[in-house]
């Protein structure tokens, strides 16, 4: 079965840090697509990007960018310069085959985000 | 552009009674989730739909049931609500197995 590891389960930083939230999953699909979620306080699920299983090209968006490495089965999120509304919790999610040509997303734990001023 | 709605918000009821979870989106998406959301879980699918009239099972079907008679709507049922169903439900829908999926806000319901 499909599974999403988000080892870090709380972090802290300062503002203007950088910080990366690891993502490590494991599939036996050889077609996948990668996920990340962003819940702030105010409970929203606000989608941030998705990956194909094909395109291992990091991607930058912002003060975000994701690093995607097949060989390790990781899809870590980096963000830069970190702000005080960043503070959130981030889900990793791998989409999963379903009956019906359906795919649901496996979600990993989260990780609690907190920066401070 | 309404996007994906969920009502009630917030509920309470009481253990044994009948509760339905409302969702909608105006996307015309063709695929519909539920999850819910419990401390220590993350977020697992309860039940999720294909089309209008196509409806499964997924992690934790027991005690919900679900209907799709339009495209648009997406309602959950707790046939008898108990305590451990004490939970926040999201709404999900997407265009294509391809696409991203996206949520609704959320309806935070308790079971007393």
């Known amino acids: 079965a499909q599974k999403v590891t988000q080892a870090q389960t709380e972090i802290s930083v300062v503002e203007k840090e950088d910080v990366t939230l690891d993502c490590v999953y494991e599939?036996?699909?050889?077609?996948?697509?990668l996920f990340w979620y962003k819940q702030p306080p105010s409970g929203e699920l606000v989608f941030l990007i998705r990956?194909?299983?094909?395109?291992?090209q990091n991607e930058i968006s912002g003060r975000y960018s994701w690093n995607f490495q097949k060989s390790t089965s990781s899809f870590n999120f980096t963000i830069t310069a970190s702000q005080v509304v960043d503070s959130a919790v981030y889900f990793c999610?791998?989409?999963?085959?379903?009956?019906?040509?359906?795919?649901?997303?496996?979600f990993g734990q989260g990780t609690r985000l907190t920066i401070n001023p | 552009d309404a996007g994906i709605t969920q009502s009630p918000r917030y509920k309470i009821t009481e253990t044994g009674r009948q509760v339905t979870l409302m969702c909608h989106q105006t996307?015309?998406?063709?695929?519909m989730f539920w999850y819910r959301q419990d401390l220590g879980h993350g977020l697992r699918l309860i039940y999720y739909s294909a089309a209008a009239d196509i409806t499964d099972k997924g992690e934790v079907p027991d005690g919900y049931v679900v209907s799709r008679s339009k495209t648009e709507n997406f309602p959950l049922t707790l046939e008898s609500a108990t305590r451990s169903q004490t939970s926040v439900y999201f709404c999900?829908?997407?265009?294509?197995?391809?696409?991203?999926?996206?949520f609704g806000p959320g309806t935070r319901l308790t079971v007393t």
């Open positions: 996307w015309s998406h063709s695929y």
């Open positions: 999900a829908s997407r265009l294509d197995p391809a696409y991203e999926q996206y």
């Open positions: 999610a791998l989409s999963e085959e379903l009956i019906q040509g359906a795919q649901k997303l496996v």
């Open positions: 599939t036996r699909d050889t077609t996948y697509y």
């Open positions: 990956r194909n299983s094909f395109d291992e």
